[in-house]
Each structure stands twice: as structure tokens, then as C-alpha cells.
């Protein structure tokens, strides 16, 4: 997979329309010599908007490519976005897309406010106009049971008012800024607002918008800032179908840091106030604080004696970070790529989970040239642009930020003081005894859907199809009579874990086909599956099924799955291409009653 590395790896990076364009060449060309990239998502999806978008199609999927997603893409003819979501029949229904992106819907607005007209005319007329274009939003998910991306309001590069246009509650500036209020006020959960207003003001309109392109070919964005809009837009595409980032290890000298603890010593280092690149250290230890506190996990990779890396942690006083934000440390003289790579044994993630953050570029070439799915940004000479090269990258964007995502961290280290447990037990049965173990099994809930959500479209490892489904399509599927969906809530003695296996089966005949059956890798070995096998049995046998019936489809990354119907007491109906098909006879089914109380 030497063309796709190359190319993923100079996504990163590209800085100019045309370097992006010229990228997206070269991934057809390795596309059409070597396949997708392995294990990548294939969904469909729509573009539209009331710009021309020809330009925006094949620089969005290299963009997505570096995210483990190739899709099948449809451009919609420009200025149509609502005939296409309102008509059944249109060109984009017929498509059948699994995501939608409405792309600068700016460029849409055909009602403005009467100039002169008072704040709540103005008002109103967002309000009516946000309206309509959300009930065809809601209109095409009925339909279509997609998910929809849409690009906020972006300003007008020029306004003849000028300083008056802030004011002025006519003026497209103002109205522009209510749009975008009222936006945000009123999108459902599957609607996702892509903040490209924030992406102008952080570029400049000026640089933003080139207005040769937009006379001559309705191009609303300059090819200077194209690399940043498909970089931004793939990241929200990723969150949504559960591509993003979920682990990010970093360096310790030099990057949480300046200067070299082991040689400089407590008082040597350069962190916090009394010196710009200090400041700057510590900025970027309160950012990547908030990214913990979002649900994304923290670990070092370090090379060094851990007592001396453990050193400023413990005793410095301008530390925002604590060992404690960290879910693993790994503290060596070897190869970082190494110590990365344990990090991922240790907690049960995909290289593809991973970005590192190392100042020291033979260090990043290191651990790209050895793991190439881990996602490596590069970072400037200059302390003080690290938080604005990290953020660039969007590698941990998430259509939800819920209390589990908060929790995260903590479940983490929960499971790390269980395998304590486990080694201090020795006899495997006490051990899970001791765990005291509670399980809440239930339908799936509205209030949980996020995350169920999320488990379905990020879980690799323990899954039995890896079938992917929309939040919109497991609320179809919640209401549907002839499914069965259970969610698991798991808390032990060390902590609450939340919702940490999904399981969906559907009603054919007298028989329950199991669709989905997935389990977080935090909670691997805990005969979760038993609980589950049992609650769907009784759940069965209770809407009159006389078996059930499993599939596993294998993946790159769901081999340990692939004797679980085996171990569960099914029996093998038939194999092929190493796709295995199974039935349970629930007359003859007995409980597994593994050592689980339930709520």
C-alpha cells in the first residue's frame, strides 16, 4: 500500500487548491491499480448547494481517504438544494445517499430582509427561512434515512454599509450572523452544522473569497483556502460515521515542554509565564486538557527513565496536566513506533485511532515510516503555532459529545485497576466475581441513541458484521416492530463504563436474524456476550422465535470474533469466503448466567 501512504501522508499537508487537486489524480490512479485503501468505509454521498461544487468532489474524497473513508460520491447540479431534498423522485433521492452535504448554503439565500426593516422583521425572516430549509432537510431523512452535513453562513467579502452593516438589522452581514444564530438554535440531531463561518474569520474573507473564481465559475471558495474547507468537511464526515481520532500520544520534551528534563533539570524546563515559548507550552497543554475532557484519550510516548519523566508532572507548578489525564504512559529508550504500538496493545485501539504529536521530525518520519496508519501532523518550528497545527488537522471531530465521552479517561483507567485486580486474583472465576459486576440492558432509548450511534460506527474489533448505521436508521429501526434492539450499561466496583455493547436482530419467520452484535474492547473477557446472548434468548423465545440465527463477516479487524457463535453454543449452517452462518435452536438453549447482576 506504498501509493496510498504517500499520498494520505501529503493530505496533511497540502496548503494549495491545486495540491489537492493533484493529490486526488494520483489517488485514482492508486485507487484504480490497488483498490480502496484497506478496511476504508465505501458510503454514498450527496453534494449540493448554491454553488458550483464540480471543483469540491474528488479533493473531498482524497481528504476523506486520509480518514479511512472512500466514497461513492454524487454532485447535484448547483442552486437546486431544495427541489432535490423536497422531490421523491429527484436525482439525489434516487442516489440513495447515506450522508448529504449541503455546501455553502450562502450562495442559496433568495429572501432578504426589506432594508430598513426592524431587529425582530429581521428575526423573523431567519426564522422562516431556517425553517424551511430544515423541514426539507427532515423531509429527504424521512425518505432517505440519511444523515446531513450543512455549511453555516459565510459573509459577504464586501457590504456597502460598511461599519454601519453590524448594526443594521438589514443589512446581509447582520442577517447573514441571524442565519447562523438561529441555525444553531434549531438543527435536529441529524442535522450537522459544519462551522464554515469559523474557518473565514480564522482565514480572512479577503483570502477566502476570490472573486474571479465566483464570477466565472461560481466557486465560493478561494483554491488558497479549498485544502482548508475539505480538510474541516472530511473531519465532520469522519466523526458522523465514526472515522475520527481517539487517542492522542505525545512527547513529552520539547512538546509539553520546552527543553530537556533529563539534562535541563525542574527549574530548566520552559513552562508558563516568564518566557513566550513557556506560554505557549502551556497553551497547548490546556488545549489537549480539552480535548481530554471531550472524550479524547491522552498518552505519552517518551523517551526517557520514567521517574524522570514523571518529574515535572508531579512537581512543577505551572502543569496544567496530570498523570492522571493520561490512559497509558510509555516511558523508553526504543523506537517510539514500538512504544506507540504497545500503547495500542495495551488499550485494545486500531493504529488508525492514533495521532502523535512529537516536535522532533525524525522522530515523526520514525513512527510514519513504521506505522503508517497512525496519523502523524507536522508541526512548525515555532512553539507557538503547535495548538493551531494540531486543530487544523480536525482529527478528532464528533457529532456528539455526550457524559460517556466525558467519562472516557476515567473508564479507561477503571479497566487498567481491573486487570490490576485480575493479576492479584489469579483464579480467572473469582476474579470476575469480584469485579462486582451491574448491567442495565435495554431497548434503545432516544437519550442513548448518540452513543449507540457511535458504537456502531466505530467498534472494528469485537463485531460480527460491521454493518454501518446512520443515527437516523437506528431510530427507524428502534420503532420498528419486527426488530429487537438491546443496549448494555455496564458498571463494575472501579467505575461506570456506559453503554458498552449494542445488539440488533430482526424478525424473519419464526426465526431472529442478529444483524448487529458489537461490544466495546474495554470490557473484552467479562462474558458481557453471555448477558446478551441470554437477555436476546428470553426476548426470542418471548415474541415466539424457535431459533436464532448469526452471521460473521470477516474484516481485517474482527478476528477474535470469529469462533464467538462457536463458543455461544450455535451451530454452523454453512461458510463461504469465510463469511459463516449460524443457528441457535432456543428450545434446547440454556442460560449462560455469567457472574453479571442487572438492574
Known amino acids: 500500500m506504498n501509493g496510498w501512504s504517500e499520498v494520505l501522508r501529503e493530505v496533511e499537508t497540502a496548503e494549495h487548491g491545486a495540491h489537492l487537486s493533484s493529490l486526488a489524480r494520483r489517488a485514482a490512479r492508486v485507487a484504480s491499480e490497488e483498490g480502496p485503501p484497506i478496511g476504508a468505509l465505501q458510503p454514498r454521498i450527496a453534494l449540493m448547494g448554491g454553488a458550483s461544487l464540480d471543483f469540491l468532489g474528488e479533493p473531498l474524497r482524497v481528504a476523506l481517504a486520509a480518514a479511512g473513508i472512500w466514497p461513492e460520491l454524487r454532485v447535484a447540479e448547483f442552486g437546486q438544494t431544495l427541489a432535490e431534498l423536497l422531490d421523491p423522485n429527484s436525482a439525489t433521492a434516487s442516489f440513495g445517499p447515506d450522508l448529504v452535504v449541503i455546501a455553502f448554503p450562502s450562495a442559496d439565500v433568495a429572501e432578504w430582509p426589506e432594508t430598513g426593516c426592524d431587529a425582530d422583521d429581521a428575526r423573523r425572516k431567519a426564522k422562516h427561512l431556517i425553517a424551511r430549509l430544515l423541514e426539507a432537510c427532515e423531509a429527504f431523512r424521512d425518505r432517505c434515512g440519511a444523515e446531513i452535513v450543512l455549511d453555516n453562513f459565510i459573509p459577504r467579502p464586501v457590504d456597502s454599509l460598511g461599519n454601519l452593516a453590524a448594526s443594521v438589522p438589514s443589512s446581509a452581514r447582520s442577517f447573514l450572523r441571524r442565519l447562523n444564530l438561529e441555525l444553531s438554535d434549531s438543527a435536529p440531531d441529524f442535522v450537522h452544522v459544519h462551522d464554515v463561518r469559523g474557518l473565514v474569520e480564522e482565514s480572512g474573507i479577503t483570502r477566502w473569497h476570490d472573486a474571479r473564481f465566483w464570477f466565472h465559475a461560481k466557486q465560493p471558495v478561494s483554491f488558497e483556502c479549498l485544502p482548508i474547507y475539505v480538510r474541516s468537511l472530511a473531519g465532520v464526515v469522519a466523526g458522523i460515521l465514526g472515522r475520527s481520532r481517539k487517542l492522542l500520544v505525545c512527547d513529552l520534551d520539547n512538546t509539553l515542554w520546552g527543553g530537556v528534563i533529563g539534562e535541563d533539570g525542574l527549574d530548566g524546563i520552559e513552562l508558563g509565564e516568564g518566557s513566550g515559548a513557556g506560554e505557549a507550552h502551556k497553551a497547548l497543554q490546556v488545549y489537549l486538557r480539552e480535548l481530554r475532557e471531550r472524550g479524547v484519550l491522552l498518552a505519552v510516548c517518551t523517551k526517557n527513565d520514567r521517574a524522570v519523566a514523571e518529574l515535572p508532572f508531579r512537581e512543577h507548578p505551572e502543569m496544567v496536566l496530570g498523570l492522571d489525564d493520561f490512559v497509558a504512559f510509555e516511558a523508553s529508550w526504543g523506537p517510539k513506533s514500538e512504544g506507540i504500538q504497545r500503547i495500542a496493545e495495551e488499550l485494545d485501539l486500531g493504529l488508525e485511532s492514533i495521532v502523535f504529536l512529537d516536535d522532533n521530525p525524525a522522530e515523526r518520519l520514525q513512527v510514519q515510516s513504521f506505522l503508517p496508519g497512525v496519523r502523524v501532523p507536522d508541526l512548525p518550528d515555532d512553539v507557538s503555532e503547535y495548538v493551531e497545527a494540531l486543530d487544523r488537522g480536525r482529527h478528532f471531530e464528533a457529532f456528539h459529545v455526550g457524559s460517556e465521552d466525558r467519562r472516557r479517561t476515567e473508564a479507561y483507567r477503571a479497566r487498567r485497576s481491573a486487570g490490576d485486580l485480575e493479576a492479584k486474583t489469579g483464579d480467572y472465576d473469582s476474579y470476575l466475581r469480584e469485579l462486582e459486576m451491574t448491567a442495565l440492558v435495554s431497548p434503545f432509548r432516544p437519550t442513548s441513541m448518540a452513543r449507540t450511534a457511535q458504537l456502531v460506527g466505530k467498534t472494528n474489533q469485537f463485531n460480527l458484521t460491521t454493518e454501518r448505521l446512520t443515527r437516523s436508521q437506528l431510530e427507524e429501526i428502534a420503532s420498528d416492530p419486527l426488530h429487537i434492539t438491546r443496549t448494555l450499561h455496564l458498571k463494575d466496583r472501579f467505575g461506570d463504563h456506559?453503554?458498552?455493547?449494542?445488539?440488533?436482530?430482526?424478525?424473519?419467520?419464526?426465526?431472529?436474524?442478529?444483524?448487529?452484535?458489537?461490544?466495546?474492547?474495554?470490557?473484552?473477557?467479562?462474558?458481557?456476550?453471555?448477558?446478551?446472548?441470554?437477555?436476546?434468548?428470553?426476548?426470542?423465545?418471548?415474541?415466539?422465535?424457535?431459533?436464532?440465527?448469526?452471521?460473521?463477516?470477516?474484516?481485517?479487524?474482527?478476528?477474535?470474533?470469529?469462533?464467538?457463535?462457536?463458543?455461544?453454543?450455535?451451530?454452523?449452517?454453512?461458510?463461504?469466503?469465510?463469511?459463516?452462518?449460524?443457528?441457535?435452536?432456543?428450545?434446547?438453549?440454556?442460560?449462560?448466567?455469567?457472574?453479571?447482576?442487572?438492574?
Do not use: Q
Open 498 to 599: 456506559g453503554i458498552v455493547s449494542v445488539l440488533l436482530a430482526e424478525r424473519v419467520d419464526d426465526a431472529l436474524d442478529i444483524r448487529i452484535w458489537l461490544m466495546s474492547c474495554r470490557v473484552l473477557k467479562r462474558r458481557v456476550e453471555e448477558l446478551m446472548l441470554d437477555v436476546l434468548a428470553d426476548a426470542a423465545t418471548r415474541a415466539g422465535a424457535s431459533e436464532l440465527r448469526g452471521t460473521y463477516v470477516p474484516t481485517d479487524r474482527n478476528g477474535i470474533v470469529c469462533d464467538l457463535y462457536a463458543e455461544l453454543g450455535f451451530e454452523r449452517v454453512s461458510e463461504e469466503n469465510g463469511t459463516t452462518r449460524w443457528r441457535l435452536d432456543l428450545s434446547t438453549h440454556r442460560p449462560l448466567t455469567p457472574p453479571i447482576a442487572t438492574e
